[in-house]
């Protein structure tokens, strides 16, 4: 790539710079640090910082106990698995799947049972015909709200149904749900977690990475009261707590009636950018088949029969616009697709971008 080639990036899902309330943050930061200096510059410990901790439990309407805050959701991801996956236990995933979590269960030994993506989702009817046919998982993961890679959104009534398999067959489900809050239209859907009053069914995750900012790194998880001891444990053992300034800052900022008007801004710049690229798409590679997302930073583009995206991706990147190929988030195959991004360019750096890249896939 010559160096005065603009580099339009649509590799990675995070806000970029003009999202992020900036000033706003300073400002909490320095009531944090000025109303509770012992808190935000001491240790802490693992369970995360804890005003914090109480909020995300009161929004949720948990028990704190429940709650562990950590350095980002893929961190509280690692420490629940690190709980409940045994090598060669059965995993059901949906693919394409999210590959930092693929790459996790790879690396804890799972036997993971894969279930091809529908445009809504996890393949329910597929799950139960191999439950039904002796399928014994230890728990289903989703992405339940605007899939990463997918796009897709699992409706009210699948998520209904597959809390009631759950219960029927006797497994865990660990809901992943970090892009809940970037919803470009409808009503938020609830939670699978919601539905599980027994508190031992349904495990979550979530992250404020992507309705705040990816610097301050702070996710949380949602578990039994048991799991969430043993990751607290690790968590002690290992690091002893999460940043404490970062959550202290954060909590303020949570606190200060700020967080919806952050949620706003980056949904409705996201709501566009999401259309520039669908549009872009259509236009400059018209075989491109995908899902569009109703929120969320990702979009899932199958280029067709005969398209090596591996070679793509390679190329791409050569050319300034990074894309990540397919095969990184499927067990096998995954080589007519590509994950695109819509978060970090603006409608007119996206429509150029989507131009080079069209160059290179018809070229």
């Not at 497994?171 to 977690?193: A, Q």
């Not at 349904?202 to 048991?226: D, E």
């Not at 793509?312 to 988030?329: L, M, Q, R, W």
Request: hydrophobic share 40%; with cysteine.
């Amino acid at each position: 790539m010559t160096t005065d080639v603009k580099t339009i990036s649509f590799a990675r899902g995070a806000p970029s710079l003009d999202l992020i309330p900036v000033e706003e943050l300073k400002q909490s930061a320095d009531r944090a640090f000025t109303n509770d200096p012992a808190g935000a510059f001491g240790y802490g410990t693992a369970v995360g910082y804890q005003p914090l901790r109480e909020w995300i439990a009161d929004q949720h309407d948990v028990d704190v106990d429940r709650v562990i805050v950590t350095n980002g959701s893929l961190h509280a991801c690692a420490l629940m698995f690190d709980r409940l996956v045994a090598p060669s236990d059965k995993i059901a995933i949906e693919l394409p799947l999210y590959d930092r979590s693929l790459l996790m269960l790879r690396q804890r030994g799972a036997d993971l049972i894969g279930f091809p993506l529908q445009e809504d989702g996890f393949d329910l009817d597929a799950l139960e015909a191999e439950l039904n046919g002796g399928l014994k998982p230890k728990f289903v993961y989703t992405i339940p709200h605007f899939h990463n890679p997918g796009g897709c959104t699992m409706p009210l009534e699948k998520r209904q149904r597959l809390v009631a398999l759950a219960n029927e067959y006797d497994f865990l489900i660990v809901e992943d749900d970090p892009y809940r809050d970037v919803s470009f239209e409808g009503e938020p859907l609830p939670t699978m977690l919601s539905m599980d009053p027994s508190g031992e069914r349904v495990f979550y995750m979530c992250s404020f990475t992507k309705t705040v900012c990816p610097g301050l790194r702070v996710g949380y998880a949602i578990a039994s009261t048991a799991i969430t001891k043993d990751m607290v444990i690790a968590g002690t053992n290992t690091y002893i707590s999460p940043g404490q300034a970062s959550e202290a800052i954060l909590n303020d900022y949570v606190r200060s009636g700020k967080l919806e008007g952050s949620i706003t801004t980056i949904r409705n710049a996201l709501r566009e950018r999401r259309d520039a690229l669908t549009a872009s798409l259509t236009e400059f590679l018209p075989q491109s088949k995908f899902v569009v997302p109703a929120g969320g930073y990702f979009l899932w583009v199958d280029l067709g029969e005969g398209v090596n995206t591996d070679e793509i991706a390679a190329k791409a990147a050569e050319a300034g616009v990074p894309v990540t190929k397919g095969s990184d988030f499927m067990i096998e195959g995954g080589t007519t697709s590509l994950r695109m991004s819509f978060s970090s360019a603006t409608p007119e750096d996206i429509r150029e971008g989507v131009e080079r890249l069209a160059g290179i896939v018809n070229g």
